[in-house]
Structures are given as C-alpha cells and as structure tokens.
Nanobody
Framework: QVQLVESGGGLVQAGGSLRLACVAS????????MGWFRQAPGKEREFVAA????????NYADSQNGRFTISRDNAKNTVYLQMNSLKPEDTAVYYC????????????????WGKGTLVTVSS
C-alpha cells in the first residue's frame, strides 16, 4: 500500500508560478513511476506529467508547452511539479499518482492516487 500526500496548491494570479509536492510513503519507492493528473470543474481527469524513479525519464502532456516541470528527490520520497506561466485554464485539483510500471504506462494505469490539492489561477 502506498500513501500519497500532496501539498503546495493555492490561489495565484495568471502568469504566476506554483510548486506542488507529493510525498510517498513506501519503502519500495524506486519501483514506482510517479506523476501528476488534474481535474478541472466539469471535466474529466487528465494526465499532466510523469517521472521514473530509477533513471529520471519524464513524460508530459502535449498541452503543457514546456510550462510545467516534474522532478523528484529520491532521498525524500518526494515528487514535485513546478508550474510556471499559469493560466486560468490551469485551475483544477491536481492529483499525485503512482504505478509500479513504466513512465509511459502511468498515463493509462494508476495504482495509487493522492487526495489532491486545489490550484486556482485568477485572471
């Protein structure tokens, strides 16, 4: 069982930045690909970014256009999502996700979810 706890959400003006963090409680951290999804009001949950723990390979949604960066700190069992140049359409609940598989696979199969952290971008 893996528990994921997100933090770092909040209210920010358009053009601003936020950094989300997700701490995973597992001794087998290196076995999991980690990532972020988001769900805007009235919309389906969508993939944002993913990262492997062993070699640091990453995968991003095409819509991010280089504004978001995923990274990790293995010593802290933590994955981060740096979000820059935020837009009102980035407003959503951001969920941390984990899967015992590939970075590419996390986009389609998630084994564990966090409870989410709300990001609100004002215009």
């Amino acid at each position: 069982q893996v528990q994921l706890v997100e933090s770092g959400g909040g209210l920010v003006q358009a053009g601003g930045s936020l950094r989300l963090a997700c701490v995973a409680s597992t001794r087998a951290f290196s076995r999991y690909a980690m990532g972020w999804f988001r769900q805007a009001p009235g919309k389906e949950r969508e993939f944002v970014a993913a990262i492997s723990w062993s070699v640091g390979s990453t995968n991003y949604a095409d819509s991010q256009n280089g504004r978001f960066t995923i990274s990790r700190d293995n010593a802290k069992n933590t994955v981060y999502l740096q979000m820059n140049s935020l837009k009102p359409e980035d407003t959503a609940v951001y969920y941390c996700a984990a899967t015992a598989g590939s970075v590419a696979g996390l986009k389609y199969r998630v084994e564990y979810w966090g409870k989410g952290t709300l990001v609100t971008v004002s215009s």
